[in-house]
């Protein structure tokens, strides 16, 4: 698993290289989101396994990057996810770098 920027998540994104799961819990992603982010609050998460694609690189994101942290770590470990990356500083990063969000 990879630390990376919001800058790095972002440009994997534009790149079409990556997808990025948000696992905040709804309240906290109805306040402000990531433009074309997946929603997988992380106590759903094995409920949803499925929905996490194995074929491509997967970032995720929470608030400042602890709960989306261990998320990756967690898959690492006991799903077999290869390609995981973790948003260094979360959504907060995300927002001090002026990228986009949607609130």
Same mark, same amino acid.
């Given at each position: 698993?990879?630390? $990376?920027?919001?800058?790095?998540?972002?440009? @994997?994104?534009? @790149?079409?290289?990556?997808?990025? $799961? %948000?696992?905040? !819990? =709804?309240?906290? *992603? @109805?306040?402000? &989101?990531? =433009?074309?982010?997946?929603? $997988?609050?992380?106590?759903? +998460?094995? !409920? /949803?396994?499925?929905?996490?694609?194995? %074929?491509?690189?997967? *970032?995720?994101?929470?608030? &400042?990057?602890? #709960? &989306?942290? &261990?998320?990756? /770590?967690?898959?690492? !470990?006991?799903?077999?996810?290869?390609?995981?990356?973790?948003?260094?500083?979360?959504? *907060?990063?995300?927002?001090?770098?002026?990228? =986009? +969000?949607? #609130?």
């Amino acid at each position: 698993m990879d630390q $990376i920027t919001a800058q790095t998540a972002k440009a @994997a994104l534009d @790149a079409d290289e990556a997808v990025l $799961i %948000d696992v905040r !819990e =709804p309240a906290e *992603v @109805a306040q402000a &989101s990531v =433009p074309g982010a997946m929603h $997988i609050p992380m106590g759903e +998460l094995l !409920e /949803r396994l499925a929905e996490v694609p194995r %074929d491509r690189r997967v *970032v995720f994101i929470c608030h &400042s990057g602890a #709960r &989306s942290d &261990s998320v990756c /770590r967690y898959l690492e !470990e006991n799903e077999g996810f290869g390609d995981l990356a973790n948003l260094e500083g979360g959504i *907060v990063a995300w927002h001090q770098a002026g990228l =986009p +969000l949607t #609130r």
